[in-house]
């Protein structure tokens, strides 16, 4: 049987930490080699982390990134490997044009991916179709490639492609797979949001069945600021079956051996399923590449494992840890504060930190008021007892009295309002930051999104942070969160009654968030048709809600835009997130409502 193995790095690189990525792939390709493995893979931009944004923009790091390169391909030996890089423009080529970033003195640029064989460079493929939309900014950067190169590997043809070009039916994989290709290797950095990863391998094992071609994904992990990757890296046959399925957040190597043979039999019986085009025929390049001989009769051949794909409310938990995690380590904190009031969003971002940090690298601060229930008080107690993290008590009352009574000659004949509520929240976030300026903890805000929508929050008060963790997460989904770690054992964390006592800011007597929002069970569906889907007023009316109650939301939302601008980032986790995914102006006369 004519076989191919694999070895899939699915691995946490740091952008612009060249040092540590190159240490990474060589430990990688260390662990390929003893695995026997013909060919290695890594992630797409593997050796600057993605995205390396505006780095690119910087000749000296672009210099330095080539340099990195070339201390990995010296580190290739005794196999083959495909590894993500940042790719220059070859003078000699004349399928390259001017830099797509508008200067004439910058060198064009590619998203590539390096086929390199015992300390050579022996081919690149450069990324045709570039992603311009959600959090991508590709076209920004780089210049489509216009080369489709197909590489025979010890007997085995291998078209080698990256992420987006995998995701349209008549792209790169097509041209590859009527070329001859019998593997495709498509590198990623796919980032994570919910649903995501079936649609991807629906996708894949579409491609794989319509091209006949086995399809090997490998998909970078990690948090890289509001972004988190999954990894999910998989493998399918040419019948569009998973063969292999790599963990979801966490990092490892995937080895298989791939069955080329039976690719060979399926065209054999039932031929390509696709012609090339005369243009199509001009852009295939064919490149023989001696890989190191590997004796396969003394290797044990290798079943790969299938994980078992997370459900949605568990790969949302464990998303929002992991970007948390590296987000603290990768920028230097070793410690994370976080304000506890005795409700649902900061006992959930507590548990978060705990599970990501350990829980002597969390300190919880509560901050309570002449408005702080008594249950409020147990429950926070009860909360840092079941998480074993330390707590700083600091009553506001005191320097809330200091301030009105400073305010008090230029507040003459006014009634009390949201002004003092938010004076509040504001000397709250300002202890945070004393601690966290003093300490060097890093603040993790605890507001969620549908808060965050309409603007239920102040500005330099609960907003005051360094990172969000549930920034993008609904509240109705903070319960679920909140359910969903209680169960994880082996004895709940977060107090029942946190659960369920309805939501309050304790801002001022017999408060309840339902005062000033519609239930969140309400709330929620209108945010994610406005907010994450685009619908109009009158859709969203003919789903079913009540006419004043969506416009009433709607308005809340575009006005909150300057609010949200000026908030902490957080991790992405549904189909459009605030920040890079819904870029609004912030002076903006437009309302849906208006015509």
Known sequence: ??????????????????????????????????????????????????????????????????????????????????????????????????????????????????????????????????????????????????????????????????CEDIWLPEGPTRVQAAAGAEVIVNINASPFHVGKSRLREQMLATRARENGVIVTYTNMVGGQDELVFDGSSLILDQSGNVVARGHAFREELLVADLNVNAVSRGRMTYGRKAALTGRAVSAVDHLVVNGTAINKKKRTRIVPEIAEPLDGIEEVYRALVLAVKDYVQKNGFTRAVIGLSGGIDSAVTAAIAVDALGAKYVLGVFMPSQYTSHESEEDVVELVRCLGIDLNTIPITPTFEVYRKSL????????????????????????????????????????????????????????????????DVPKTMVYGLARFRNELGPSPVIPKRILDRPPTAELRPNQKDEDSLPPYTVLDPILRAYVEEDRSLDEIVEAGFDRATVSRVVRMVDSSEFKRRQAPIGVKITHRAFGKDRRMPITNGYRIEQL
């Open 408 to 471: 008090a000659p230029s507040f003459v004949d006014c009634s009390e309002d949201a002004t003092e509520e938010n004076l509040q929240a504001r000397i709250r976030g300002n202890m945070l930051m004393a601690v966290s300026n003093k300490f060097g903890h890093l603040v993790l805000a605890t507001g969620n999104k549908s808060e965050m929508s309409v603007g239920y929050s102040t500005l330099y008060g609960d907003m005051a942070g360094g990172f969000s963790a549930i920034k």
């Open 1 to 162: 049987m004519r076989t191919l193995r694999i070895a899939m790095a699915q691995m946490n690189p740091t952008v612009g930490d060249l040092t540590g990525n190159i240490y990474r792939i060589r430990t990688w390709l260390r662990d390929a080699k003893r695995a026997k493995a013909d060919l290695v893979v890594f992630p797409e931009l593997a050796i600057t982390g993605y995205p390396p944004e505006d780095l690119l923009l910087k000749s000296q790091f672009v210099a330095d990134t080539l340099r990195a390169l070339n201390e990995i391909t010296r580190a290739v030996r005794g196999l083959v490997a495909v590894v993500g890089y940042v790719g220059q423009e070859d003078q000699n080529d004349s399928h390259s044009s001017s830099s797509s970033i508008g200067s004439s003195r910058r060198q064009t640029l590619f998203n590539a991916a390096a086929l390199i064989v015992d300390g050579k460079l022996v081919g690149s493929y450069k990324k045709w179709y570039l992603p311009n939309y959600g959090v991508f900014d590709e076209s920004r950067y780089f210049h489509p490639g216009r080369r489709i190169p197909l590489f025979l590997i010890n007997g085995t043809t291998i078209g080698v492609n990256i």
